[in-house]
């Protein structure tokens, strides 16, 4: 399996899984995690048979970016541990999630995975980014779904990480300008980050700022324990291989070159030392196990950073080895944390007791998880722990501030020995709890057996690991892996060894007198600020200040709205005089030209002195469909029948919307009426002036020559217009795409947040030609013949439309007019032929827009037209992704039509629907406060 492949099998993995959640509920976890584990295997193989391996698939040719994706020693072992943990942790969530159909929340954690795998692979700087910026998402959402309290601590979390993206866009940006490449490998074997100090440094503060939020590090160390809100699994795969391991394999991957800079040493230590002893301080002060944990990943976050600040090789193949080790500890802790909470329904220490009788398997897998993370051998933390304890202490003295950085890591390993026993001396002694805990699930308990007893099994050998963290630290020091030394559970007598025991018995120490630093810690504030209600003034604030610049132009009349753009139209024209050279050569003009141009200014003419708002419809009507027909008379049929349904489809709903409201215009005065028409007056002349300026002196441009000369040839397709849109600019039309099916969810946002206002409906006086339906006759007999013709053309109009006026835009019109005609001749507001599920079609619209183009990258680019022989005959994806436009289209027209089109009986008899489908949905949801506090929906 090629690395394209694998990368590409993991987002496969994402489309498939709501399809799995659907279909058997839970147990996709076992699905996905057999999945995430067979991409494991096939990356062993890969790197077995081919060793580093850099491959490239063409993304935007243009600026040189590509998917570059690169599996060398690092990217290998960062790629295993979110494959395995992920796979482990998904097992997990088989037995911790009781939502029937945890869609979401599978969907979710792949996703979380696919991006993560995709971060540590990349070999692009942009793909790098974009990588980084999903897995902040992914955080986010995970974060959010997880109960009806979690917005505002996911909030607070997107911004904090949002804030490191930005840092890191920064320091994208400047790398690839100054290096002139967006290929990760050609950057950073650059030499311009030893010839421009300034360059280099400003690029690892960066780098520093982004990887401090992502790891949250001190100050922005908050959104972590805030985060913890989010069910088990979802910490489990945050904390131990997902979200906060994306900052430290940014700096390891970056080091390299950052480390050119006389910052990146001095910054990354003070910062790793400083957080390392104020996180585990804040892990003793909490009474919560999430909260412990959530701490004290912050401090070992700290520990890693402060040994990548190093730079040593010793220093690095710490920090990977350590990597390895927390994740199998904090996931085995996290995992167990969640068993405990679902057992005994809570994770209060100062409740907890009696677990080494109530469960003693899940008591003996936490003591081997807090034994790794206290760093007491024969465990895995025991050896990562006395191989950075050994680092600061050979270091170079001024490189890491002498001795008094090995005292405070030292400190540290003590008070992490303390926090770590407060997890199993407080809650596993004493009698069994009352009333009995509940039976924990298999699978659960498999997940946490694994992690743990993982633990423990490579800590007596770990030479087994030598394969997996010695690559990783040759590729980060810059070194032959056979430079790099081997790992042995004993080293002899050395100044690491007697400061690792001296950290034991500290923290043995501190939990001999847990009391005394209990009164001394717990409930009191070490700072004057709290880090969560920092952010959260900010967020305040921000929402606070933009509050009051909008007051200052904040207003429900259109008018105040459209008199700026009007009037900086207006006052173009002084600049565009300067350009005039007279009016163009335009031949003779015609009396039919003539008496177009009358129609519409009497149609202009009309709005303006409309007094009822149907009368003004009515007369924008008269106007549109005159330039309609001088759209007819120059030739251009395409855009004539483009504006003859433009303006059909806005004016029926026009008179949707004016249905809900007063039939007259407030009275204006005379004043106000002058203003707006000297200001039209002017807008208009400067459109007039511009557009005779700009178009009627030159000629065709290279770019319209090129289209007319080369379009049929690059494209196989006769319709230049056409060809324009769905095979040259293709990038153009998929994001106006995503703007028409954000506007059908805008559409039904809107009128479902605030009910459009309801009318007294005057009823009409009956007569023979209308014994029951208000309707016109002639409405009904167009419906019966006219509505299966014009779906007819709207099919051949979509096909037809490479080659000949049509096209997905203009045969979605066509299709929606045959639905607005099947509506408007009903009898009723209830039409079945149009009511669709409108929000669905717009986004299958965006879908197979975005399919057809990543079917572009077979021939190198993304949305590049594939042309096909398909017995005979010339088939081009174009055509497909013309169906996208089609779709996008009419789903937005639909979302009108319907939801504005809908009476208020209609409106209400839709929301007693949408209650009864909610009330169907949320009746099995039935859980425990223990789950309804963590447990995903």
Known sequence: MSLVALVAGAWALVA??????????????????AGLTALAVALVQLRTSAGDVTESVAWIPAVDVALRLRLDGLGFLFAMLVLLVGAVVMVYST????????????????AFAAAMLTLVLADDLVVLFVAWELTTLCSYLLILVSGPTAGPPATRTLLVTALGGLALLGAVALVVVRTGTTELTAALASPVWGDDPAFAGAVAVLVVLAAMTKSAQLPFHAWLPDAMVAPAPVSAYLHAAAMVKAGIYLLLVLAPAASASPLWSGTLVVVGVTTAVMGAVFALQRTDLKELLAY???????????VIGVGTPGALLAA?????AHALFKSAAFMTVGVVEKRTGTRDLRELHGLARAMPWTAAMLVLAVVSMAGVAPALGFVSKELVLDAFVTAEQGAVLGWGAVAVVTVGAALTVAYSLRMVVTTLPGLAPTPPVRRADPAMTAAITVTALGGLAVGLVPGTLDALVAPAAAVVGGIDVDQVPYLTLWHGVTPALLLSVAAVLGGVGLTLVRRRVDALLVGRRLFPADGTA??????????????????LTRSDVPATHLAVPVLLVGASTLGLTRLWSGLPDVGPVTVGEIALLVGVAAGVVGVVRARQRLTAVIATGVAGFGVVLWFVVLGASDVAMTQLLVEILTVVVMVLVLRRMSGTFRPVRARRQVVTAVVALAAGAAATVATVTL??????????EFYLRRAEDLTG?????????????????????VVLAVGAVAITALLDARRAVDRRSVPLARTPLVPAAPNAVFLGVLDRYLVPLMIVGSVLLLLRGHDAPGGGFIAALLGAAALVLAYLSAATDEVPRVERPYLSIAGWGVVVAVGTGLLGLAEGSFLRPLHLDVLGLKVTTALVFDVGVYLAVLGVLLAAVVRLGLSPAS?????????????????PATRTPAEQSGAPR
Not at 298 to 305: A, C, F, P, T, Y
């Open 695 to 704: 178009t009627g002196h030159r000629p065709l441009s290279g770019a319209g």
């Open 717 to 737: 397709g006769t319709n230049v217009v056409n060809t324009i849109l769905v095979d040259f600019r293709a990038l153009d039309t998929l994001g106006e795409l």
């Open 95 to 110: 037995g911790y999630v009781r939502s029937p159909r945890p869609v979401g929340f599978f969907v979710l954690m792949t």
């Open 16 to 33: 498939v899984t709501p399809a799995l959640a659907r279909l058997i509920g839970p147990r996709a976890g076992w699905v996905v995690a």
């Open 296 to 306: 004290s990943t912050v401090s070992q976050l700290g520990l890693l950073v402060a």
């Open 534 to 551: 920092v952010v959260q003034r900010v967020v305040d604030g921000i929402i606070a200040g933009g509050r009051r610049v909008g007051d």
């Open 907 to 923: 409106d209400r008899r839709a929301d007693a629907r949408r209650a009864r489908t909610a009330r169907d949905a949320a009746a």
């Open 320 to 324: 990977c080895v350590h990597v390895v």
